[in-house]
């Protein structure tokens, strides 16, 4: 009977076999083994840069918030700005042109040779017809106003705009101005009872800044003029800077609400309720370089309920030489004097 082959393995060839096999498995496991160092030390680099971003970063913030600048104030700003130096510099610019033109050294205005005065005649936009009474008595018309402003002296109803810029208000004066040409239109200025007070103040900035004069007046509307009385007073004042002169006054404060002449601001005149030392609202007169300061200051000058008053509030605290005369009272019975009541 026959015996089926065997194989029969010597233990060599199976150790053989055995070593291939380790050799074939450890290489997978070394590159595995490679490649996760290589991921280890990426990721802890990384972590290490990171690190030291966040050092260097914490130092830039610390840096900038000892470094952050301290709340600066309106005037450090202007400085930092360099707008303070060039603040002081205008003004101290606008002052010196000032004086340069107190002095005759500049002209103002249109005119180059010095008027002798500047008569402003308050007006309303209702009162054409009293307009056209004193051009037909003292107020000279056409040529003859022309030939006056050779002489020196300058005529014009002050006037303020509408509210309703534009209405028919301000489109017939506009109307009789072309007509006429002796109106001074106060662009800046409203036209309403409750303003009078800040007209004064227009009309003699406006006035100064139009014309070189020796006086500038205002007038009321319900006053006539002796023309040639008031030129002939003014001539005998010529050079005298400083001037404020008018029919003076003190008259008792009213602080009684609703009442004529009443002054809101009454608690402000002392116990006795009396107006300081000023030159009656019918007609004002002042010199050159007092029109200059009203112009110069006039958005800082105090109004009160009238403008008479508001005037002589500012005088107080100027220079100013007070001139007391009879001729200008125009209620008085005076034969020589050169206003009256129309």
């Not at 009977?1 to 997978?28: A, I, V």
């Not at 205002?218 to 050079?239: A, C, P, Q, T, Y």
Request: charged share 30%; aromatic share 10%; glycine share 8%.
């Amino acid at each position: 009977m026959e015996t089926l082959p065997t194989t029969t393995f010597s233990s060599s060839s199976k150790s053989e076999r055995r070593g291939r096999s380790s050799k074939t498995s450890s290489k997978p496991s070394v590159i595995m083994a490679f490649f996760s160092c290589v991921a280890w030390l990426y990721v802890l680099g990384r972590l290490w840069q990171d690190a030291e971003n966040r050092v260097i970063l914490n130092n830039m913030l610390k840096k900038n918030y000892d470094q952050k600048p301290k709340v600066l104030t309106v005037d450090e700003k202007l400085m930092v700005l360099g707008c303070k130096d060039l603040e002081r510099k205008i003004v101290e610019t606008e002052m010196e042109l000032t004086l340069a033109k107190s002095q005759g050294y500049l002209k103002s205005g249109s005119s180059s040779k010095r008027l002798l005065a500047v008569i402003g005649v308050y007006t309303g936009f209702g009162s054409h017809l009293r307009r056209n009474a004193f051009r037909g008595s003292w107020m000279p018309q056409g040529d003859a106003l022309k030939k006056l402003e050779e002489r020196g002296v300058v005529i014009r109803f002050v006037i303020g705009r509408s509210p309703n810029r534009g209405d028919s208000l301000d489109r017939k004066i506009d109307e009789e101005d072309r007509a006429r040409r002796d109106f001074l239109i106060l662009e800046n200025h409203e036209e309403a009872q409750e303003e009078l007070p800040k007209k004064v103040k227009f009309f003699f900035s406006a006035a100064a800044q139009n014309w070189d004069a020796e006086f500038y007046i205002k007038v009321d509307d319900n006053i006539d003029l002796d023309l040639e009385g008031l030129i002939s007073l003014l001539e005998s004042r010529r050079g005298q800077d400083a001037s404020y002169i008018g029919c003076m006054k003190s008259g008792e404060v009213v602080t009684e609400k609703g009442g004529q002449w009443y002054e809101p601001e009454w608690w402000k005149f002392g116990d006795e309720k009396s107006y300081f030392r000023h030159a009656a609202g019918s007609l004002i007169i002042l010199s050159k370089n007092l029109a200059q300061y009203i112009n110069i200051n006039s958005g800082s000058l105090k109004t009160y309920a009238f403008d008479d008053t508001s005037i002589g509030s500012w005088m107080i605290g100027v220079q100013a030489t007070y001139i007391d005369d009879n001729r200008l009272c125009c209620s008085s019975i005076r034969q020589d004097k050169v206003c009256s009541v129309a």
